[in-house]
């Protein structure tokens, strides 16, 4: 059994630490890596080796940054398959979903790293004397979750590299070896970026090392709150993007079917395991009927099975624990008065899959309703009007994203009421590579996205000149 190692300073090389733990395929159960836990130790070596490389980078060029992170994301996509592959026996997402998402992230990478070549790292204000130099941090850490290892990789890396910072990345103790290939890959001086493998024996270290200047932490609530205690503590600059409860608002004057298509792929996709993933359905009365019906036939289109088998719509969740969260929400569901209409029944035999479900009856008494699930459940209230749907929607401690399908223009501009960092309206997932966003409430703090990105990866320097008596 491979056991797998950190990337210090251009070698790889055995963790210091003595805990390790097994990587499980969730669809077949069977252990497929042994991943070192994290030590102290580990960390101190990566940042020490991020701190050594980062002069030598932030002295090339920007265009020479940029040259190089685009030639990396070239042999990213060109390796988007075997990377797939690694994803989905770590935490199941089906090899064509993987595919997809690793092929634009690579894709999303090169673009944003382009940004750099018009990113005013120094300006001159007229006639002032003023000049604003934007110089990078120094040694960023990059914390991801499993839920999608490569994407949420690229997505924290390419500004943070690009302006000049070096990295210790650590990724998920659920989904590892993704990124240990993805560094394999790389063709960047030694140092630029570290690997540091482990769950938060690695991470709390990482976030108290004080010689890390900036933390893009990706997780949930729980675990961001801890890193921006440590990060606020150090006073040092942290982006914490976290876990949402994402609402879903159903118009009258809608199609209902094409609106249940949508909304079906929006609660199902990756098992219902993306941050932005439909979590709460609001369904004005007008409809609700014939897309319920729609909903609950569509879920009956998402075949579960082993993420490398073709014909899977459905892989696993990632774990037991995460099923079992699932599953306890489900049943509080039931307990308090809600119906399924699809799905909600743990199938028999190997591996931590659960179908994709529609309840009915729904309420925010229920956990379903109000904490985050991370599974494929799509719950449904009907509501009177288009107004009680939105007011529902925005009545959350979580603000990451919101949708919102309407014919109705009034509406449509209504929608940007929903406390929360992207609103779709008739769409999902949609937006270029220049959108700004922070999540509202719960679900993190910091601005990022396109130039936002490049303010948060730098710090500016103001320098006002007079002129020589
Ligand atoms: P998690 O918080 O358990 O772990 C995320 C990462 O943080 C892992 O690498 C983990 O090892 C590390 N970590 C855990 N405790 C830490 C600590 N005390 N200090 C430093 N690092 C620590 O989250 P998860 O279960 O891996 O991921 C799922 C969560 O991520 C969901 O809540 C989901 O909504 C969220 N998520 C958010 C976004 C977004 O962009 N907002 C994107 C993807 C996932």
């Known amino acids: ?225 801890k890193v921006g205690e440590r990060t606020g503590a150090l006073l040092r600059r942290s982006i914490l993007e976290l876990g949402g409860k994402d609402p879903v608002v159903v118009d009258a004057g809608v199609d209902p079917v094409a609106t249940a298509a949508a909304v079906a792929f929006g609660a199902f996709a990756n098992s219902g395991q993306i941050c932005t993933s439909m979590e709460r359905v609001y369904v004005h009365h007008d409809v609700a009927e014939p897309f319920i019906e729609a909903l609950v036939e569509a879920a009956g289109t998402y075949a579960l099975g082993d993420g490398h088998d073709a014909r899977t719509v459905l892989g696993p969740l990632v774990d037991r624990r995460q099923r079992d969260i699932v599953v306890r929400h489900v049943a509080d569901a039931v307990s308090r008065g809600a119906t399924v209409r699809a799905g909600g029944v743990v199938p028999e035999g190997k591996g931590f899959f659960y179908p994709a479900t529609v309840l009915t009856g729904v309420d925010e008494s229920m956990l379903v309703m109000t904490e985050e699930t991370f599974g494929p459940i799509a719950p449904v209230a009907v509501v009177s009007s288009f107004e009680e749907g939105l007011e529902r929607a925005s009545a959350s401690r979580f603000g990451l994203a919101a949708t919102v399908y309407t014919a109705d223009p009034a509406h449509m501009a209504a929608a940007r009421r929903i406390p929360a960092g992207v609103v779709w309206v008739n769409q999902w997932q949609g937006g270029g590579p220049e959108r700004l966003y922070e999540p509202a409430g719960d679900s993190g703090m910091g601005a990022t996205g396109s130039r936002a990105a490049y303010d948060a990866a730098t710090r500016p320097t103001s320098i006002h000149t007079a002129p020589a008596a």
Not at 35 to 40: H, I, R
Not at 129 to 141: D, E, K, Y
Not at 178 to 189: F, G, I, K, N, T
Not at 196 to 208: E, K, Q, T
Request: hydrophobic residues 45%.
């Open 1 to 225: 059994m491979k056991t797998l190692q950190n990337l210090v300073g251009g070698i790889w090389e055995d963790s210091r630490g003595d805990a390790f733990h097994d990587v499980v395929n969730p669809a077949t159960e069977e252990v497929v890596a042994r991943c070192p836990s994290g030590s102290p130790e580990d960390v101190r070596l990566a940042v020490d080796a991020a701190v050594r490389a980062q002069p030598a980078w932030a002295a090339l060029t920007v265009a020479e940054r940029v040259e190089r992170l685009s030639r990396w994301a070239d042999t990213i996509a060109a390796h988007a398959d075997e990377l797939a592959e690694l994803e989905c026996r770590e935490m199941g997402k089906p090899v064509a979903l993987g595919r997809a998402f690793i092929g634009g992230a690579a894709m999303g990478f090169k673009a944003a790293v382009a940004e750099a070549l018009e990113y005013a790292f120094e300006e001159t204000v007229d006639g002032t004397g003023t000049t604003i130099v934007r110089t990078p941090l120094g040694v960023a850490a990059v914390i991801v979750p499993w839920n999608f290892p490569v994407p949420m990789t690229l997505g924290a890396l390419g500004p943070l590299l690009a302006a000049g910072n070096t990295v210790v990345l650590k990724p998920s103790e659920r989904s590892p070896m993704s990124a240990v290939r993805l560094l394999e890959l790389m063709d960047l001086p030694p140092g630029v970026v570290n690997l540091v493998l482990g769950d938060s024996r690695a991470g709390a270290p990482l976030v108290a090392d004080e010689r890390v200047g900036l933390v893009h932490f990706t997780g949930s609530v729980e675990s961001g709150r």
